[in-house]
């Protein structure tokens, strides 16, 4: 691992940066895949997970899943994704683990600061992503885009966990 660990408050995201909105206006799962593709481009290997809000969803267990390298989380019911996210930073507070938590969130970025958590703007995010090295075809000897690896029937399972399904 290189780097701190990445936790992205994913709706946050999704909202906030114009290319991901466009893609949600359209659909949101496209959004969704968007997004955890450009995450596991710039975690390069690094712990990366991305927490969506499930809590207005009763069958949302808030479990983490893993998919592509990058760790999903749809908050449960009953709780938000800022919970989860603040959850998150305070683990890593809690174990001295180095942590870039990604929102625009100004109540996230206060209640939870502390080192060695710090943040990134959805903005800086997406400035990185638009900076990093891009992805080419499986066939050009690089890794595909992770939604083109992802398998189908994973697919499914995503778009089933975003409902709140088992």
């Known amino acids: 691992?290189?780097?701190?660990?990445?936790?992205?408050?994913?709706?946050n995201v999704i909202r906030a940066v114009s290319e991901?909105?466009?893609?949600?206006d359209e659909d949101m799962e496209?959004?969704?895949?968007r997004l955890l593709r450009?995450?596991?481009?710039?975690?390069?290997?690094?712990?990366c997970t991305v927490v969506?809000?499930?809590?207005?969803?009763?069958?949302?267990?808030?479990?983490?899943?893993?998919l592509g390298g990058v760790t999903?989380?749809?908050?449960?019911?009953?709780?938000?994704?800022?919970?989860?996210?603040?959850?998150?930073?305070?683990?890593?507070?809690?174990?001295?683990?180095?942590t870039v938590v990604v929102t625009s969130?100004?109540?996230?970025?206060?209640?939870a600061a502390g080192d060695p958590v710090t943040f990134?703007?959805?903005?800086?995010?997406a400035e990185e992503v638009a900076e990093s090295p891009g992805e080419t075809s499986a066939a050009a000897g690089r890794r595909a885009p992770l939604e083109e690896r992802i398998p189908p029937e994973t697919r499914e399972i995503l778009e089933r966990w975003a409902r709140g399904e088992r």
Do not use: K
């Open 1 to 11: 691992m290189s780097g701190p660990a990445l936790v992205i408050d994913g709706y």
């Open 20 to 24: 991901y909105a466009r893609l949600a």
């Open 30 to 33: 496209v959004a969704r895949a």
């Open 38 to 47: 450009d995450a596991e481009r710039l975690a390069a290997g690094r712990p």
């Open 52 to 66: 969506f809000d499930g809590g207005a969803n009763p069958g949302s267990d808030g479990q983490p899943h893993e």
């Open 72 to 98: 999903v989380i749809f908050s449960s019911w009953g709780r938000s994704a800022d919970d989860v996210v603040e959850r998150l930073a305070a683990r890593a507070r809690e174990r001295r683990e180095p």
């Open 105 to 111: 969130d100004s109540g996230i970025r206060s209640t």
């Open 120 to 125: 990134m703007a959805a903005a800086s995010f």
